[in-house]
């Protein structure tokens, strides 16, 4: 049995509420500076500085640009479902080391894998399934699922 099949579900991290709500500040608007997010909390600029930089460091949150694919000329996006045998967490490994997917989740249901691809346009999707993710170890079957349009696309549920 290998390490990470015996690793426990990380347990989650007890957050104060100030830090819960330094997250939320950010959510809402990621350029907002240390100073406008201390009088939000009530904390000095430092001690803002300080705890996004203890949340960044323990993998808690992270500070990214999001941007519309399609306005950057990657016209195709899609979800991929993936029936697989063996181990799946090996196989999500894999996936996850390809640059055209940025979402890798392993799942309950239909499909043991699914994974969302950004990709230039359609024979470039065509390329990476055909070639790449299909010819994977463990890749039983997949599905794909065409994004026609994005909807909607927002990180901003907060801490809860």
Same mark, same amino acid.
């Given at each position: 049995?290998?390490?990470?099949?015996?690793?426990?579900?990380?347990?989650?991290?007890?957050?104060?509420?100030?830090?819960?709500?330094?997250?939320? *500040?950010?959510?809402?608007?990621? !350029?907002? %500076?240390?100073?406008?997010?201390?009088? @939000?909390?009530? #904390?000095? &600029?430092? =001690?803002?500085?300080?705890?996004?930089?203890?949340?960044?460091?323990?993998?808690?949150?992270?500070?990214?640009?999001?941007?519309?694919?399609?306005?950057?000329?990657?016209?195709? *996006?899609?979800?991929?479902?993936? !029936?697989? %045998?063996?181990?799946?967490?090996?196989? @999500?490994?894999? #996936?996850? &080391?390809? =640059?055209?997917?940025?979402?890798?989740?392993?799942?309950?249901?239909?499909?043991?894998?699914?994974?969302?691809?950004?990709?230039?346009?359609?024979?470039?999707?065509?390329?990476?399934?055909?070639?790449?993710?299909?010819?994977?170890?463990?890749?039983?079957?997949?599905?794909?699922?065409?994004?026609?349009?994005?909807?909607?696309?927002?990180?901003?549920?907060?801490?809860?």
């Amino acid at each position: 049995m290998t390490n990470t099949a015996r690793t426990a579900a990380p347990r989650p991290v007890h957050l104060d509420d100030v830090s819960k709500a330094i997250i939320e *500040q950010l959510q809402a608007d990621g !350029r907002r %500076s240390y100073a406008d997010i201390g009088k @939000a909390v009530g #904390l000095s &600029e430092a =001690a803002v500085r300080q705890r996004v930089q203890r949340l960044t460091e323990s993998g808690v949150m992270q500070i990214v640009a999001v941007t519309d694919p399609m306005q950057l000329g990657f016209t195709r *996006q899609a979800m991929i479902g993936i !029936r697989a %045998s063996g181990d799946t967490r090996e196989l @999500a490994a894999s #996936l996850a &080391e390809l =640059a055209e997917i940025d979402y890798v989740v392993l799942t309950a249901g239909s499909f043991d894998v699914l994974a969302e691809v950004v990709c230039e346009n359609d024979d470039e999707l065509i390329t990476l399934l055909n070639s790449r993710i299909r010819n994977l170890p463990g890749v039983r079957s997949t599905e794909t699922f065409v994004y026609l349009k994005l909807q909607k696309q927002f990180y901003n549920w907060g801490t809860r």
